[in-house]
């Protein structure tokens, strides 16, 4: 199985920063694409930014410009660097990662989520 741990989360002012960390580890054969989703309360969970094993990136629009999204696959660990933030973006983001816990398997993993809150 895989294991994905989240930090980076809290509460920071309108036009502040925060920088989200998701580690995978455990049965790793490979990993695919690894993202951030968010889900306000009410909505269903939308894609925020997701980046491939070859490191090409895809935003959403709402957080064009703002977000970065990048990964170390030495460490299987994925960042979401968040400039600029608003009210709107606050959130519990969690972590996705498509991966092979072995060469036979392709499973879709989630993190526990980690709560982005943008208040004065």
């Known amino acids: 199985q895989v294991q994905l741990v989240e930090s980076g989360g809290g509460l920071v002012q309108p036009g502040g920063s925060l920088r989200l960390s998701c580690a995978a580890s455990?049965?790793?054969?490979?990993?695919?694409?690894m993202g951030w989703y968010r889900q306000v309360p009410g909505k269903q969970r939308e894609l925020v930014a997701v980046?491939?094993?070859?490191?090409?990136?895809n935003y959403a629009d709402s957080v064009k410009g703002r977000f970065t999204i990048s990964r170390d696959n030495a460490k299987n660990t994925v960042y979401l660097q968040m400039n600029s933030l608003k009210p709107e973006d606050t959130a519990p983001y969690y972590c996705?990662?498509?991966?092979?816990?072995?060469?036979?398997?392709?499973?879709?993993?989630w993190g526990q989520g980690t709560q982005v809150t943008v208040s004065s």
């Open positions: 980046i491939t094993s070859g490191g090409v990136t």
């Open positions: 455990g049965s790793i054969f490979s990993i695919n694409d």
């Open positions: 996705n990662v498509d991966a092979y816990p072995n060469r036979w398997q392709r499973l879709v993993y």
